[in-house]
């Protein structure tokens, strides 16, 4: 069987661009999200993401807090705490590698935690919750989205983004690769299924497609 060329990834991609609902809801000082981002295709989709969360948080406090959960080696931690510098920066990651590196690199707090254990913070909770490409890699999604939750302060702010299973150009990859290789997306969301779990237990500020809607955004407030 022939392999689907880059042509055919395209061509879903732009489909899911096109057709993606966006749903949006009351929003507040919190949330300063740029409508209509005109997307540099040079810096990829990480670039773009780095650029969303910061449009996200721009307007907050200086004494915010902020948790990442899933910070990685920084790339987003680094951005936001060097536009900001007197947040209140905290990331986690499962990786001690990861951990190793921000201590050495960004300002801030950074230890090693699991989000599917009991994730032990320094603070109880956060005005802001970060959990940027993580979801996909959880089994027990609403367990995980509950311990987000639990973390943001009241009135807070939780920030998820995570691949869109509703998108073409996913459901291509995944026929493609024959299965979802592990470590990538073990099991991403539709925008639909992301939806529902947050209206469970939050109020969707901002719910919305970007990268040629094969990721989404999720902006929610803990009530």
């Known amino acids: 069987m022939e392999e689907e060329g880059p042509d055919a990834l395209e061509m879903a991609a732009q489909a899911d ?9 009351p929003r507040d000082s919190v ?3 740029v409508e209509h981002y005109e997307h540099n295709k040079d810096s990829g989709h990480a670039g773009e993401l780095a650029t969303r969360i910061v449009e996200t948080l721009s307007v907050l406090p200086s004494a915010a807090t902020i948790l990442d ?6 790339i987003v931690a680094s951005i936001i705490t060097r536009i900001n510098p007197a947040l209140h920066y905290t990331g986690c990651d499962i990786s001690d590698e990861a951990i190793n590196h921000c201590k050495n690199t960004i300002k801030g707090e950074f230890f ?5 254990k009991d994730l032990a913070t320094p603070a109880k909770e956060y005005d802001v919750v970060l959990c940027l490409e993580v979801l996909e890699h959880v089994r027990d999604k609403q367990r995980v989205f509950e311990r987000l939750l639990s973390k943001t302060k009241k009135e807070g702010t939780l920030v998820i983004t995570t691949p869109n299973l509703s998108s073409a150009f996913v459901k291509l990859k995944k026929i ?4 979802l290789r592990r470590g990538r997306y073990d099991a991403p969301m539709s925008f639909d299924e992301l939806a529902t779990l947050a209206r469970q237990h939050a109020t969707i500020q901002l719910h919305k497609t970007f990268y040629r809607g094969i990721y989404q955004l999720l902006v929610v407030k803990r009530r």
């Open 176 to 179: 493609k690769d024959g299965i």
């Open 112 to 116: 090693v935690g699991d989000v599917e």
């Open 17 to 25: 661009q096109e057709r993606t609902p966006q749903t949006t809801g």
């Open 69 to 74: 959960v899933g910070c990685g080696k920084g």
């Open 31 to 33: 949330i300063l999200m």
